[in-house]
C-alpha cells in the first residue's frame, strides 16, 4: 500500500478513536495528522490544506486543542511561521489522569468492600444473603496491578526523557 494513502488511513482511524476522548471529528484529525507528523511539526496553512477545512475552523480546533494541552507550537528563527506539534507531555498527562482515576476508585471500592464485609457480618447472625467478596478482592487487585504497571510505564518514559 502506498505510505501516503496508509497515513490518510491512520489519520482516520486515529481520529475516530481520538472521538472517544471528547474531542470533535475534525479537532480529532487535526490531533492524528499531527501526532503522525512527529517533532517535525505542521503549520497551520499545512494543515488547512491537509484536512480541506475552513481556516476558522482549524483556528478554534488549534485553539481547543492548545487549551486542554494536547498540542503546542513551535517557531524556527527567521521564519514567522507556528508549527504545531502533539504536547511531549501529552501521554505522560493522559498516564497521570488514568492513575489517579484509579486510585480514587480503589478508595471507594475499598469502603465498599468493607461495608459488604459489615453486611457479611450481620447476616451471619441472621443466616441471611451474604455478598460474596471474591469479586471485589479481584477488581481491587486489578485497579492495584493496573495502576503499577502504568506508574512503571511512565517512570520509563520520564527517565528515557531525562
Not at 496553512?45 to 498540542?71: M, P, W
Request: charged residues 30%; negative net charge.
Amino acid at each position: 500500500m502506498d505510505l501516503e494513502i496508509q497515513r490518510k488511513n491512520l489519520i482516520e482511524e486515529l481520529g475516530v478513536h481520538l472521538e472517544g476522548d471528547h474531542l470533535a471529528p475534525l479537532a480529532a484529525r487535526i490531533l492524528s495528522t499531527l501526532i503522525l507528523s512527529g517533532k517535525k511539526g505542521m503549520t497551520f496553512d499545512q494543515l488547512v490544506c491537509e484536512l480541506q477545512a475552513g481556516k476558522s475552523t482549524i483556528s478554534n480546533h488549534l485553539d481547543h486543542l492548545q487549551n486542554t494541552n494536547r498540542v503546542k507550537y513551535f517557531t524556527k528563527t527567521g521564519d514567522r511561521k507556528r508549527y504545531f506539534i502533539v504536547d511531549p507531555n501529552l501521554v505522560l498527562n493522559v498516564m497521570e489522569e488514568m492513575i489517579n482515576k484509579w486510585e480514587n476508585e480503589k478508595k471507594l471500592h475499598l469502603k465498599i468492600r468493607e461495608y459488604k464485609e459489615q453486611c457479611n457480618k450481620e447476616a451471619e447472625e441472621t443466616a441471611d444473603f451474604q455478598f460474596d467478596l471474591e469479586f471485589q478482592d479481584d477488581f481491587l487487585t486489578f485497579l492495584e496491578e493496573t495502576s503499577t504497571a502504568v506508574k512503571k510505564f511512565k517512570n520509563k518514559i520520564l527517565s528515557r526523557n531525562n
